[in-house]
């Protein structure tokens, strides 16, 4: 794993595959899709923070390979939680 940066690039890169007819192309929609395809084209993997729009297997099938790894983030507990457990 070679890359890793924040999901904007992919979700950018995901929501104009998925949704052609949506008005998301933009001056930073285009910045940020040029960013994901220069990763794309020159890592063999992608690493990026799990979160809630898309996971790894998602991607995978979309853009037809096995080049996305989801890596987990640690969710901190809150005093409230704590207390309970």
């Not at 690493?47 to 729009?53: R, T, V």
């Given at each position: 794993m070679r890359c890793s940066w924040t999901a904007t690039c992919i979700e950018t890169a995901r929501?104009?595959?998925?949704?052609?007819?949506e008005g998301v192309l933009s001056p930073l929609a285009l910045l940020d899709l040029s960013t994901f395809v220069t990763a794309y084209c020159l890592?063999?993997?992608l690493?990026?923070?799990?979160?809630?729009?898309f996971g790894a297997p998602e991607l995978d099938q979309l853009f037809g390979s096995?080049?996305?790894v989801e890596l987990p983030v640690h969710r901190p507990v809150d005093?409230?939680?704590?207390?309970?457990g």
């Open positions: 929501r104009l595959i998925e949704n052609r007819k890592h063999d993997r690493a990026f923070l799990h979160n809630d729009l096995d080049a996305f005093s409230e939680t704590r207390s309970r």
